[in-house]
């Protein structure tokens, strides 16, 4: 997942914070970082130097890293949203790392980036241990849950080994209620089960209630260092669900999330 991360540097000091955290805390040896920059065209006759100076802030950057982290630097005029994907499908990008400042943002620019995307908000604190306590918003579909959990252990196996899975259930009405918590309870254990030999410690969370809700309230409680959710991935764009379940979760919660490829008709 991580052998070539995209990286949107908008050159702020926050962004080369990042860089730096990310650096040490989540690249390994094989890991190559594709620093880019995308300078605004409505500059006019001042582009060209903008283009000029941004490619050498980025040099100087990628030179101050440490060694064990390859770069790449990318610096165009254009609009990000439409040179980002297109340079993320020509580099081979496997996945991104985004410096978003909040679900809007993430509404513009997640669904045209058809990978694995680590999404940390502006403003806030990044976790010195990324991978410390990793919390997954599953909804136990199996068309759903299965390439989820594959590209969890490809993404995150040796890397954590404590993985809490959740899920969210309103019951449709309190006659079916017992038969469908002990049936998701059954579905949670028998995953965690699964999981355990790759990630060591796995608990499972049963929680009730509508899930944009209960799993911000949760995560207030038992603070993660990330949230890993799935996204519907259809060709070259992803499914964002506007208005949906994720996208209002993604308003809510404070902490880094992950977003993992999921090839079904809904999200998460």
């Not at 590209?151 to 469908?180: F, I, K, M, V």
């Not at 209630?209 to 993660?224: A, K, M």
């Not at 499914?239 to 999921?262: H, K, M, N, S, Y």
Request: glycine letters at 8%; hydrophobic letters at 45%.
């Amino acid at each position: 997942m991580w052998r070539k991360t995209l990286f949107h540097h908008d050159l702020s000091e926050e962004a080369t914070s990042l860089v730096d955290w990310a650096a040490g805390r989540l690249f390994a040896g094989e890991t190559t970082l594709l620093l880019a920059h995308i300078v605004n065209p409505v500059l006019g006759p001042e582009t060209p130097q903008s283009v000029r100076l941004a490619q050498e802030e980025l040099e100087r950057l990628a030179a101050d890293l440490p060694p064990g982290v390859r770069t790449e630097i990318f610096v165009a005029a254009g609009d990000p949203l439409e040179e980002l994907p297109r340079l993320a499908r020509e580099r081979g990008c496997t996945s991104a790392l985004l410096l978003l400042d909040d679900a809007d943002e993430a509404a513009l620019v997640v669904p045209r980036l058809a990978l694995p995307q680590l999404l940390l908000w502006k403003g806030r604190q990044h976790d010195e241990e990324l991978f410390r306590s990793v919390a997954v918003a599953l909804d136990l579909s199996p068309d759903r849950t299965e390439p989820l959990l594959a590209a969890l252990a490809e993404g995150l196996g040796g890397r954590t080994d404590d993985l809490e899975l959740l899920h969210s259930l309103s019951p449709s009405g309190p006659e079916a209620a017992p038969d469908l918590l002990l049936s998701a309870d059954a579905a949670l254990q028998e995953i965690g089960t699964e999981l355990s030999g790759t990630f060591g410690s796995v608990r499972t969370a049963l929680l009730t209630g509508d899930p944009e809700e209960t799993v911000p309230d949760h995560l207030d409680r038992t603070r993660p260092s990330l949230l890993v959710l799935g996204l519907s991935r259809h060709g070259d764009l992803w499914e964002l669900f506007l208005g949906g379940t994720a996208q209002r979760l993604l308003r809510r919660v404070t902490v880094p999330v992950l977003l993992l490829p999921v090839d079904a008709a809904d999200p998460i």
